[in-house]
């Protein structure tokens, strides 16, 4: 069963630490992507990515960077957590080419708590 | 401003009856039209797709209605179940940027037994 894991379910910070928040799939996606979810805000794109070593600002992008020294993993970092980065994050991936018409797999998220 | 706009927010349905979900936008460079479906505790998964050459798709009890005059398109479930209470996202592909999908805002549903 393909899928895409996300390091952490739920994740408890300090406001002003740095965090990492891990993805990892195992579909052979070269599509990376990070969206936080928040109630009434849907889905916001944060970063995405095409290939390895190679990142795309999404919507949001403020407060966060990205790295993806391997084609399976795509990390999000908080470069000093506050507490309004506090949401779930999902990642996601899909397949380079068509985009989207495979749709785009998603992790369960990591909701993490800033405080 | 939201570029695919999606509505209701939330849903009440009882057991057998159809949910409505609907979903305009503007940019016509949108050129693809899938449906997410999240339940609790995990991510969106999709649930089926249409692409603008098509105005009806239908699998199993879930059928897409797309009106590409009306630049709207709209999920129907039909016999809904308590099984199918959940968030509901429409999405469309942004064949001018990236190909990036653009989302509505969600739809919560619930089914009453």
């Known amino acids: 069963d393909v899928k895409v894991t996300q390091s952490s379910r739920y994740l408890v910070k300090r406001t002003g630490e740095k965090v990492f928040l891990e993805c990892v799939q195992d579909?052979?996606?070269?599509?990376m992507f990070w969206y936080r979810q928040d109630p009434g805000l849907g889905l916001r794109l944060i970063y995405f990515?095409?290939?390895?070593?190679?990142?795309e600002k999404g919507d949001i992008p403020e407060g966060y960077s990205v790295s993806r020294e391997k084609k399976e993993r795509f990390s999000l970092i908080l470069e000093s957590a506050s507490t309004n980065q506090t949401s779930m994050y999902l990642c996601?991936?899909?397949?380079?080419?068509?985009?989207?018409?495979?749709?785009?797999?998603f992790g369960s998220g990591t909701r993490l708590t800033v405080v | 401003q939201q570029q695919v706009k999606q509505s209701p927010q939330s849903l009440i349905v009882q057991k057998g009856g159809i949910s409505i979900i609907n979903c305009a936008y503007e940019?016509?460079?949108?050129?693809?039209f899938p449906w997410y479906q999240q339940f609790p505790g995990k991510g969106p998964a999709l649930l089926i797709a249409?692409?603008?050459d098509v105005s009806e798709k239908k699998e199993g009890r879930f059928t897409i209605s797309f009106n590409k005059s009306a630049k709207q398109f709209s999920l129907h479930i039909m016999d809904s179940q308590p099984g199918d209470s959940a968030t509901y996202f429409c999405?469309?592909?942004?064949?001018?940027?990236?190909?990036?999908?653009?989302w509505g805002l969600g739809t919560s549903l619930a089914v009453n037994p």
């Open positions: 940019n016509t460079a949108f050129d693809y």
């Open positions: 990515s095409y290939d390895v070593k190679m990142k």
């Open positions: 999405a469309a592909r942004d064949a001018g940027n990236n190909r990036k999908l653009i």
């Open positions: 579909m052979d996606h070269e599509n």
């Open positions: 249409i692409r603008p």
């Open positions: 996601a991936s899909s397949p380079r080419g068509r985009q989207g018409l495979n749709g785009y797999t």
